[in-house]
């Protein structure tokens, strides 16, 4: 049987695609190694929220001025792995089922693209066979990044993949890398109790965001304790039998070194190119990753490829869309993702959620630009809740009125940045994000008093007390 | 009895007029005082009145054209009544008052009074109400149209009767509130935009292709230029704008030249397997013909002519996307087989594309020849950095005078081209006419051989 449609990865991108071509009538299959879902189901967004959010009620508690004894309150690690692994269970199961009501074919084994139709598989333990498809989707993801250098054990040394099945929890973390992932994961850690120190090459953290984004959140983790490292370099990682010490070179150009029981090594994502012969298939490339068009087509006829693999912003609804593109594609149909209208949500100690432009960017791309905000101090929900840390950011274009950035920093802020997707998405005003009617008591309003503050209207602000 | 719509006079100042919108159509009933037409005259923009009720029969006035005020730009009949037939065709420009004289000795009802003008419009206002002429703003009162998110196409940016029109239609399109926004600062209405979006929803992207097909209009395929047509278009262009073309022509007799091809054919056939063609005759001739005017086969640089010493002749190959032009080297010195022979395999590989560098670039004078189509002659650009190109039309038979007899002829008209800068028009006459006496006295030329 050729199939119509092969895909090798079953990630956020590979099964979206699977699920989409089999909505229309394809023939497919879809390859996978290890457990459908990839790495956000398996070793990425979902098990780092799960601890993520089981992390955050513990440091609520634990800082609560109204629960009684919630000193000694304590945090059973391995319940909160065991809750990980049951959430992913969960999932994963659904996903499968999900995959079969559709009618996908699943071949587990490493899928190796032989020729722009065929594909080798090649299952644990058994016998190779080799498939045909009339078109092949590549999704095999990423992995994290080891610097030349180091080493990872899995034990003091770890990458997110060791981390996140980890059964022990550190006391004192050094996070080298802080950008995404190294933020989320300080996070978890200084909600649990840990000491971090984050040790970052960049100028910034977060080094893509807005810069008062950045600033917010570098603040926040200083006040929660957190020593903040930029500019620096790792020299060198030495261990003994239950500890390690970082040396590292600072801004300054002082070497200095941070001890600690734990390593994590958060210094970015490489594509997987497993089952891709490189020399042999002549694909083109940009520079690590694979080069496609906005169509997600590569340089062979017939393959396309999509997610991490071909680089951009390593996130699981990019992945989505691109797969939806690439079988959109399939059908004839353009369907380009735009990189400006994928919203970025980063679950720090304080949420964020954005999307387009930051400041910086808009003030290149267009000759005027206006900027508004509305802090969650001005907010009642965000009191009620008792998070009023936080704002949102809002630039628009003067002229016509376009959202070009939205950048919200506090209290589900990565819910809140949907509503700016849409608006972005419905091409809405400025204007448009405060026409409909919010419920109160929510953070929602902020988006909407922000859209009002950008001429000047917001009413939970006293006159010209915020300027835009 | 038929009224004729003239342009009134707008003011003592005021001599012409143009009607920038009609607003009734031909066949349309109107009523006396009712806005007819918009007219601009000097910057002034206003509705005109019709004169008379009936139908609005004929518009001899297109709209865009300047003519004199009082100048008949429309007829209006009573219901029933034919269109007098000398308004039957519309002229160009309308008709002036003073042509219309003769149409009133026709039945046409004598103007009695200029066509009423309604108040001028005021002037644009920074930031005030948008300007509109009052079909427009009645228009845009009936159908809920904000005028101020109207683009209007009247002189000045006057929002005249059509762009609101454009305006209501545009209003049942599903578009993006940016897409809609986009479309109506640049004028052009939403109808027949394909959208994109969900459920063909028009986007901005959308509106934003739109503009750029109807500011390039009828286009039709786009077709990347390949390597050797960016080429072609590059050193055609520098040739056409930098060197200054003389052209020269003159006729050819062939017949000498054909019978002479005719003799030695066999013998080339049976000695060396070539046939020569008459080009091989027109490179062999020309190669000699430029030993007596070296500056043919110069090349100007800077502010030097420099002479070159090997006279390398190009012929101008067709090729599918293109052409080619392979020079035969030192063609003043080789013997006839040896020009057949080369350009015999420079032709192939041309056509092959297998020719290597030096041989396209080493040419110092080309040969250009249109002769197996129906072409009697042509001027040629040359082919830089040469100084002289020779255009070669089809050999044709003629009559000719001959001593009291009229004969059959054989010609062929010979075209030079040549970089005034380098050469004047005495020496590129001189040339020609040399080449000319070569190619005539075949068996005499090729002696030298």
């Given amino acids: ?14 099964y979206t695609a699977a699920i989409c071509a089999a909505r229309e009538g394809m023939r497919v299959l879809l390859v996978e190694r290890d457990r459908l879902g990839g790495t956000c189901l398996n070793r990425g967004c979902i098990p780092t929220k799960s601890y993520y959010y089981d992390a955050k009620l513990f440091h609520a508690a634990r800082s609560s001025d109204v629960l009684l004894n919630n000193s000694h309150i304590a945090v059973d690690f391995a319940k909160m792995l065991e809750r990980k692994r049951r959430v992913v269970g969960t999932l994963c199961r659904g996903l499968e089922h999900i995959i079969h009501s559709h009618g996908i074919t699943v071949a587990v084994g490493q899928g190796d693209l032989l020729s722009p139709r065929e594909i080798r598989i090649t299952p644990h333990g058994s016998e190779p066979y080799q498939v045909r498809a009339a078109n092949i989707i590549l999704a095999t993801g990423s992995r ?11 034990r ?5 993949d060791e981390a996140l099945n980890s059964p022990d929890l550190p006391q004192q973390v050094v996070i080298i890398g802080a950008g995404v992932i190294g933020i989320e994961m300080a996070s978890i850690y200084i909600n649990l109790g840990a000491r971090v120190s984050l040790i970052e090459m960049l100028p910034d953290i977060l080094f893509t965001e807005d810069a008062d984004v950045r600033a917010a959140m570098r603040e926040i983790l200083i006040r929660r304790g957190a020593k903040v490292h930029l500019e620096s370099v790792v020299l060198e990682i030495s261990k003994s039998e239950e500890e390690a010490m970082v040396l590292f070179k600072n801004a300054a150009g002082e070497v200095l070194e941070e001890p600690a029981d734990r390593v994590l090594l958060a210094t970015g994502r490489s594509p997987v190119l497993d089952g891709l012969d490189v020399n042999r298939l002549d694909m083109a490339f940009s520079g690590r990753f694979v080069r496609v068009d906005k169509r997600m087509r ?28 690439a079988v959109a594609d399939l059908k004839g149909v353009s369907r380009p993702v735009q990189p400006h209208r994928i919203p970025r949500c980063i679950w720090g100690l304080a949420e964020i959620g954005a999307i387009g432009l930051t400041e910086e960017e808009a003030k290149a791309a267009r000759p005027r630009i206006r900027v508004s905000r509305f802090p969650y101090q001005a907010s009642g929900a965000a009191h009620a809740l008792g998070e009023t840390d936080g704002f949102v950011k809002l630039i628009g274009d003067p002229e016509s009125g376009e959202i070009l950035g939205v950048h919200i920093i506090g209290a589900h802020a990565t819910e809140l940045i949907s509503e700016a997707s849409t608006a972005m998405s419905l091409e809405a005003f400025v204007e448009d994000l405060c026409e409909g009617i919010k419920p109160h008591p929510t953070v929602s309003e902020t988006l909407s008093e922000a859209a009002l503050n950008w001429n000047n209207k917001a009413v939970h602000l006293p006159a010209s007390r915020w300027p835009r | 009895m038929a009224t004729e719509v003239v342009i009134p006079m707008l003011g003592v100042t005021i001599e012409t007029g143009i009607i920038v919108e009609w607003l009734k159509k031909e066949g349309d009933p109107v009523q006396k005082g009712e806005s007819l037409f918009v007219v601009e005259a000097d910057k002034v923009v206003t509705e005109v009145e019709a004169p008379a009720s009936g139908i609005l029969a004929k518009i001899l006035l297109p709209v865009g054209q300047k003519v004199p005020v009082l100048t008949v730009v429309a007829i209006i009949t009573e219901p029933g009544e034919a269109l007098p037939k000398e308004y039957g065709e519309p002229p160009a420009a309308g008709r002036s008052a003073n042509a219309s004289v003769e149409a009133r000795n026709h039945g046409a009802e004598p103007v009695t009074e200029p066509a009423k003008v309604r108040k001028p419009l005021p002037q644009t206002v920074p930031d005030g109400p948008p300007r509109a002429v009052p079909a427009a703003r009645k228009l845009a009162r009936e159908k809920g149209i904000d005028l101020a998110r109207v683009q209007g196409s009247g002189p000045e940016g006057v929002i005249l009767y059509k762009d609101v029109a454009t305006a209501v239609k545009s209003a049942h399109v599903a578009a993006s509130r940016l897409a809609r926004q986009a479309a109506e600062r640049s004028g052009i209405g939403l109808e027949g935009i394909a959208g994109s979006g969900v459920r063909g929803r028009i986007m901005k992207s959308d509106v934003a292709r739109a503009i750029k097909e109807a500011a390039a209009p009828h286009l039709g395929k786009v077709v990347q230029m390949d390597r050797m047509r960016q080429v072609i278009a590059r050193r055609m262009a520098e040739s056409a704008f930098t060197a200054p073309h003389i052209h020269f022509f003159t006729e050819l007799r062939m017949d000498a030249l054909l019978s002479f091809r005719q003799q030695v054919l066999q013998d080339f056939e049976n000695r060396y397997r070539l046939r020569p063609s008459i080009n091989d005759f027109l490179i062999k001739a020309a190669a000699l013909t430029i030993r007596d005017f070296p500056l043919m086969n110069a090349t100007l640089r800077g502010e030097e002519i420099h002479i070159l010493p090997e006279i390398n002749i190009c012929l101008a190959v067709a090729l599918p996307g293109g052409l080619i032009t392979p020079a035969i080297p030192s063609a ?63 050999t044709r038979s003629q009559l000719e005078l001959n001593n009291g007899q009229v004969v059959s002829v054989q010609t062929c008209m010979l075209g030079l081209s040549v970089d005034h800068r380098v050469i004047d028009g005495a020496m590129a006459a001189e040339f020609l006419q040399s080449l000319k006496w ?12």
């Fill in chain 1, 156 to 160: 003091i040394v770890q990458t997110t």
């Fill in chain 2, 438 to 449: 070569r190619l005539e006295k075949p068996t005499f030329s090729f002696l030298h051989v």
């Fill in chain 1, 298 to 325: 590569t340089s062979i006829s017939g393959v396309y490829a999509i997610g991490d693999l071909v680089g951009g912003m390593m996130l699981a609804h990019k992945a989505a869309a691109e797969g939806e593109a």
């Fill in chain 1, 144 to 154: 994290p990044t080891v610097p030349r250098g180091f080493t990872v054990d899995g």
């Fill in chain 2, 332 to 394: 003043d010195q080789c013997g006839l087989s040896e020009i057949v022979r080369q350009r015999e395999d420079l032709v192939r590989r041309a056509r092959a594309g297998t020719l290597n560098i030096d041989e396209i670039e080493r040419g110092t004078f080309t040969i250009s020849s249109l002769a197996q189509y129906d072409i009697t002659h042509f001027t040629a650009i040359l082919n830089p950095p040469q100084s002289g190109i020779l255009s070669v039309g089809k």
């Fill in chain 1, 1 to 14: 049987m050729i199939y119509d449609l092969a895909i090798v990865g079953s990630g956020p991108g590979g």
